[in-house]
Nanobody
Framework: QVQLVESGGGLVQAGGSLRLSCAAS????????MGWFRQAPGKEREFVAA????????YYSDSVKGRFTISRDNAKNTVYLQMSSLKVEDTAVYYC?????????????????WGQGTQVTVSS
């Protein structure tokens, strides 16, 4: 089992940048596929980005491709989401998630473990 704790959220102006971190407990972090999701008020939780075990493969939603970068440091049990050129529509609670088997995925139901979320607010 793995526990996830996100940090790094906050208030930023449109066009700015933020880096989210997700710290994981457990000794087998490198065996988990990791993903970032977000949920805006009144909307369903949606996929943002995912990364494979050692970070070779990454996958992004079309809405963030070219602006966001997912990465991981297995020695630190941490996955990151670097967000640049932020837009007002990026405002949401951002969650990291872990998947213990299968392959890199954008499907919410494929992830077994979730963090509590961190708020990102982008002002105009």
């Amino acid at each position: 089992q793995v526990q996830l704790v996100e940090s790094g959220g906050g208030l930023v102006q449109a066009g700015g940048s933020l880096r989210l971190s997700c710290a994981a407990s457990g000794r087998t972090f490198s065996r988990y596929f990791m993903g970032w999701f977000r949920q805006a008020p009144g909307k369903e939780r949606e996929f943002v980005a995912a990364i494979s075990w050692v970070g070779v493969n990454t996958y992004y939603s079309d809405s963030v491709k070219g602006r966001f970068t997912i990465s991981r440091d297995n020695a630190k049990n941490t996955v990151y989401l670097q967000m640049s050129s932020l837009k007002v529509e990026d405002t949401a609670v951002y969650y990291c998630a872990a998947r213990g088997h299968g392959d890199i995925s954008q499907a919410l139901n494929d992830y077994q473990y979730w963090g509590q979320g961190t708020q990102v607010t982008v002002s105009s």
